[in-house]
């Protein structure tokens, strides 16, 4: 029987660094099992604006990229979204969008008030709109919202300020610790293989997580978009992406972990890889068919032309077909305790 404490720090990152990945893989894999059983927590991606201020070099729809066609969702259009989604079951909703100084918090709190007064309180209501004031997270948790990610996506601060356009890394990992401070149910995480990376950098990464105490964790192969200034960087392989995985479930082994769309980008079948290196999580995106094709973060996204609704049919399937259990339970991280 294996299981994380039964290792110390020292020794997660001696089977990390093994050149064969496979004893990593399968010790996380069997640590997610005893913590979550074979359930595989659906969240639903309504990706709301894809407006933002940021210039992030590694990001599609990054300020400079004048190329992409912009939209943003009003209200009833997201009311319906998630209503169509209670209807299917769905217990979580991700409102994810860029820093867009068209939604302020002031109106997100208010999209998220009349949510609640709408359709209650059972399920739960994710934010990813970026960096805001403790005072902007506090008006949208009053209003109703439980969870917040933001990805800090690289530990090094040089390379942070490099590819974030001068920006400071220690601000948004202060955001990060008032988040958690203030009780919300934090998530974050960041890519492999942005260059300039190094080993070095990817077992900081994972380890940050761990000081920060995250309950949810997103980790991402950095695929290369054609309109950004990292263009000509050298895609790097997705085991990366899957040994980071099985790090972070080592190392955090109750935070909920997405098998992320950009691994099944790289390879059809790299979101059951990471399930089986230790996620525990997938996220069908649910946003307007129409739009989905707008929000490239990166190219070659998966799934554009189908409804995130008829994604659950396949992500039963996937689930399935390696013995796990798509779930439509709201699944709080057993390690998130709530204020
Ligand atoms: S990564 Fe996020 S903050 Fe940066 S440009 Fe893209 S959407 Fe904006």
Not at 132 to 146: D, V
Not at 209 to 229: A, K, N, R, S, V
Not at 293 to 300: E, I, T
Request: with cysteine; net charge negative.
């Amino acid at each position: 029987m294996f299981m994380s404490k039964d290792l110390s720090q020292e020794e997660i990152l001696e089977l990390y660094r093994r050149e064969d990945p496979e004893e990593l893989y399968r010790r996380a894999e069997h640590l997610t099992r005893q913590n979550f059983g074979e359930e595989v927590f659906l969240r639903a991606l309504v990706e709301f604006t894809n407006y933002c201020s940021c210039d992030c070099h590694y990001c599609g729809i990054s300020r400079s990229n004048l190329g992409v066609n912009r939209y943003r969702l009003d209200e009833e259009t997201l009311m319906s979204v998630i209503e169509k989604g209670l209807e299917k079951g769905m217990n979580t909703f991700v409102l994810q969008g860029g820093e867009d100084p068209k939604w302020p918090a002031k109106r997100i709190a208010k999209l998220v008030k009349e949510i609640r007064l709408r359709f209650g309180n059972e399920f739960a209501l994710t934010l990813s709109c970026g960096l805001k004031s403790k005072e902007e997270y506090a008006l949208m948790k009053e209003a109703g919202a439980n969870r917040y990610l933001m990805r800090f996506e690289t530990s090094d601060p040089e390379l942070f300020k490099q590819y974030t356009g001068g920006k400071s890394l220690e601000r948004r990992l202060q955001g990060l610790r008032d988040l958690h401070d203030m009780g919300w149910e934090v998530g974050s995480g960041y890519m492999t293989g942005l260059p300039g990376e190094t080993e070095e950098i990817r077992i900081n990464n994972a380890l940050l997580c761990q000081q920060l105490g995250l309950h949810m964790l997103g980790i991402g192969p950095f695929i290369p978009h054609p309109d950004t200034p990292l263009k000509d960087a050298e895609q790097q392989p997705l085991e990366w992406a899957l040994k980071g995985t099985a790090l972070l479930r080592l190392l955090l082994p109750k935070a909920n972990i997405p098998a992320t769309t950009a691994a099944g980008t790289l390879d059809p079948r790299g979101r059951e890889q990471m399930l089986q290196a230790g996620a525990n999580v997938l996220m069908p995106n649910i946003t307007p068919v129409v739009h989905k094709k707008d929000y490239l973060l990166y190219p070659g996204k998966i799934c554009l032309d189908e409804s995130g609704f008829e994604c659950v049919g396949c992500l039963t399937l996937r689930c399935e077909g390696i013995d796990r259990e798509l779930s439509f339970k709201r699944g709080d991280s057993p390690s998130f305790t709530g204020v």
